[in-house]
């Protein structure tokens, strides 16, 4: 079974944004070639008010981000990369409601990340994806 596919069971994937956001009892799929063309873009697949899943991908690192409300469950599918958690945002501003992003750690602890790998950031936590290779793909399911 091809990575993709699997994680997209392992979640139990949703659908895509521009249909509506399925109700709480509501069990919904979303097939492997649609998850893919995510994974290609880097979108969200599904958001709720009491999760959101993202097939992310990265090209290279990211600016440092805090959620006040969210925790990152992350499931590593492609590539490598280092995350850094802890530690303080630099520079760090408010980007939207409960959502603070900077330019990068100061402090922190650098995890080395690789296909497999599951990182859980609880909210409140600075992270950082200080480096990523070309593709860097994962899922981010995000509890509220």
């Not at 805090?66 to 945002?89: K, N, P, R, S």
């Not at 603070?100 to 909210?123: K, N």
């Not at 600075?126 to 995000?142: I, Q, R, T």
């Amino acid at each position: 079974m091809r990575p993709i596919v699997a994680a997209a069971l392992f979640l139990g994937a949703a659908t895509g944004l521009a249909q509506p956001s399925p109700a709480k009892s509501e069990v919904v799929f979303i097939p492997a070639a649609k998850v893919a063309a995510a994974f290609a873009k880097g979108m969200p697949l599904v958001e709720t008010g009491a999760y959101k899943i993202h097939a992310s991908h990265r090209d290279g690192p990211g600016m440092a981000e805090v959620h006040a409300l969210d925790t990152d469950i992350i499931y590593v599918l492609e590539g490598t990369a280092t995350l850094v958690t802890g530690g303080a945002v630099v520079d760090g501003k408010t980007v939207a409601d409960n959502e603070t992003r900077g330019a990068g750690i100061a402090g922190g602890e650098p995890q080395p990340l690789r296909p497999g790998d599951v990182i859980v950031v609880p909210h409140g936590v600075p992270h950082w994806f200080k480096a990523a290779s070309a593709p860097f793909n994962y899922f981010v399911v995000k509890v509220h």
